[in-house]
T-cell receptor
Framework: GQQVMQIPQYQHVQEGEDFTTYCNSS?????IQWYKQRPGGHPVFLIQLVKSGEVKKQKRLTFQFGEAKKNSSLHITATQTTDVGTYFCARSYRSKYNFNKFYFGSGTKLNVKP | DAGITQSPRHKVTETGTPVTLRCHQT?????MYWYRQDPGHGLRLIHYSYGVKDTDKGEVSDGYSVSRSKTEDFLLTLESATSSQTSVYFC????????????FGPGTRLTVT
């Protein structure tokens, strides 16, 4: 019920190709967050989406939140070697103490060949 | 990056021994979290704290305990380490105000032999 499923688990692309990772939930999400973790590093917050159908862009990265708020995607245009890492989505939910806890997807590991 | 440090960064210990991991933050964030990261599982919440001395269990809390005696410190204790607790442990803070961004520490790689 609380989980978010991410696909694909791995993606290997040639530098310059596009990349998309998907995050799906069986229940309606109040919001979705995206994080990036470089190899050997720690997760770093990228963005949060809240509104149905929302689209946000950060340079070559485009984030979308589905109309039904049950799925989200992260699309990278013209990948670069600096995009290598694992991308996680995370859903938040209110704890009994009225603050946010987070469930993370299992991540999509992106490898970019130069 | 937020001022979050974790110690130790690497540890090898034997089955049955107690282990304590420390998370220290300088951001005065109220909320703190401990996660473990294993291949294929993403990040799973172990315990969290919503204030000094206020803690609660996450989804994978069995075998772990926590304490928070000061705002800046959040300790994770494995009372009797098992091989299944071999993992990378991340501390995080934040998540309290929009956009509820979490800031992660550098992680501790723990190996239980």
């Amino acid at each position: 019920g609380q989980q978010v499923m991410q696909i694909p688990q791995y993606q290997h692309v040639q530098e310059g190709e596009d990349f998309t990772t998907y995050c799906n939930s069986s229940t309606t999400l109040s919001n979705i967050q995206w994080y990036k973790q470089r190899p050997g590093g720690h997760p770093v917050f990228l963005i949060q989406l809240v509104k149905s159908g929302e689209v946000k862009k950060q340079k070559r990265l485009t984030f979308q939140f589905g109309e039904a708020k049950k799925n989200s995607s992260l699309h990278i245009t013209a990948t670069q070697t600096t995009d290598v890492g694992t991308y996680f989505c995370a859903r938040s939910y209110r704890s009994k103490y009225n603050f946010n806890k987070f469930y993370f997807g299992s991540g999509t590991k992106l490898n970019v060949k130069p | 990056d937020a001022g979050i440090t974790q110690s130790p960064r690497h540890k090898v210990t034997e089955t049955g021994t107690p282990v304590t991991l420390r998370c220290h933050q300088t951001e005065n964030h109220r909320y703190m979290y401990w996660y473990r990261q294993d291949p294929g599982h993403g990040l799973r919440l172990i315990h969290y704290s919503y204030g000094v001395k206020d803690t609660d269990k996450g989804e994978v809390s069995d075998g772990y305990s926590v304490s928070r005696s000061k705002t800046e410190d959040f300790l994770l204790t494995l009372e009797s380490a098992t091989s299944s607790q071999t993992s990378v442990y991340f501390c995080a803070t934040g998540g309290g105000t929009p956009p509820y961004e979490q800031y992660f520490g550098p992680g501790t790689r723990l190996t239980v032999t």
